[in-house]
């Protein structure tokens, strides 16, 4: 399986952003996704997942501002990131089990 993040970019603090992370084969219900950060230095942490039946969980860094969301018939899951501070910097990767997306770019100036 291969996975593709999409939807990074330049935002100013307090603006949103909606990250997509695409399948490229089926995905199954069973099958938990979730969002990660990095930033040079400092370990991958987990952001957000959401298991194969759509019940969501979040870093408490982000509860309230971040809603991860997917769609199985679609092979999608997205990241809507919204009120966005400088400390959200970084790269995010998509996972499923243990198949990583490329990774996409959220620099979030102040």
């Known amino acids: 399986v291969q996975l593709q993040a999409s939807g990074g970019g330049l935002v100013q603090a307090g603006e949103s952003l909606r990250l997509t992370c695409s399948a490229s084969e089926r995905i199954t219900a069973i099958n938990p996704m979730a969002w990660y950060r990095q930033v040079p230095g400092k370990e991958r942490e987990l952001v957000a997942g959401?298991?194969?039946?759509?019940?969501?969980n979040y870093a408490d860094s982000v509860k309230g501002r971040f809603t991860i969301s997917r769609d199985n018939r679609k092979n999608k899951n997205w990241l809507i990131m919204g009120s966005l501070k400088p400390e959200d910097t970084g790269v995010y990767y998509c996972?499923?089990?243990?198949?990583w997306g490329q990774g996409t770019l959220v620099t979030v100036s102040s």
């Open positions: 996972n499923m089990l243990s198949f």
């Open positions: 959401i298991t194969g039946r759509g019940t969501p």
